[in-house]
């Protein structure tokens, strides 16, 4: 069993920068693909990003390509989103989760990100 606990969303102005993090207990991280995603009010959940269990290899959503990166400290059960030139169309619940192969398992509770215009 893994528990994720999101962290760091907020309201920020247009064109921004916030860190999103994201903290695992329960299961050596480094096991895991790790991932973000996002909900926004009124639509379905969509995939942001996500890192191989060594961080070697990443992969985002084409929406947020080279504005947004996500990093891990396996060390620290950790995992970050790194959100710059934030749009108004990244407001969203921004959920963690977690996966060995095929489906995710493990989600957390979600973090709020509101962006003013």
């Known amino acids: 069993q893994v528990q994720l606990v999101e962290s760091g969303g907020g309201l920020v102005q247009a064109g921004g920068s916030l860190r999103l993090s994201c903290a695992a207990s329960?299961?050596?991280?480094?096991?895991?693909?790790m991932g973000w995603f996002r909900q926004a009010p009124g639509k379905e959940r969509e995939f942001v990003a996500r890192?191989?269990?060594?961080?070697?290899?990443?992969y985002y959503a084409d929406a947020v390509r080279g504005r947004f990166t996500i990093s891990r400290d396996n060390a620290k059960n950790m995992v970050y989103l790194q959100m710059n030139r934030l749009k108004p169309e990244d407001t969203a619940v921004y959920y963690c989760?977690?996966?060995?192969?095929?489906?995710?398992?493990?989600w957390g509770q979600g973090t709020q990100v509101t962006v003013s215009s």
């Open positions: 890192i191989s269990g060594s961080g070697s290899t990443n």
């Open positions: 329960g299961r050596t991280l480094s096991s895991y693909v």
């Open positions: 989760a977690a996966k060995l192969v095929g489906a995710w398992d493990y």
